[in-house]
């Protein structure tokens, strides 16, 4: 079973930047489309960055042009790469396969807070 381990969260102000990691356990990237998620307070959780094998990427309209994903094969690791941070980007960061229906076993994931 593969296990997700993110970090990278933390308490930052509007406009600021933040990198979060995802390290698996396995060979995840070269499988599958990996994608970065979050919850935030009385939210559902939303997909909001995904790559692919390829490299190929893909992002929700809410963080297009501020959100990077990117993956290292070698380390068996997703970043993503936020930039302009806004309040509304509060919100408990997760990794996951982004692909079919069937999902890896949640992380603990990572706390993301933007202050205004």
């Known amino acids: 079973q593969v296990q997700l381990v993110e970090s990278g969260g933390g308490l930052v102000q509007a406009g600021g930047s933040l990198r979060l990691s995802c390290a698996a356990s396995g060979s995840v990237l070269s499988i599958n489309v990996m994608g970065w998620y979050r919850q935030a307070p009385g939210k559902q959780r939303e997909l909001v960055a995904r790559i692919t094998s390829g490299g190929g990427t893909d992002y929700a309209d809410s963080v297009k042009g501020r959100f990077t994903i990117s993956g290292d094969n070698a380390k068996n690791t997703v970043y993503l790469q936020m930039n302009s941070l806004k309040p509304e980007d509060t919100a408990v960061y997760y990794c996951?396969?982004?692909?079919?229906?069937?999902?890896?076993?949640w992380g603990q994931g990572t706390q993301v807070t933007v202050s205004s």
């Open positions: 996951n396969k982004a692909n079919g229906i069937f999902r890896y076993s």
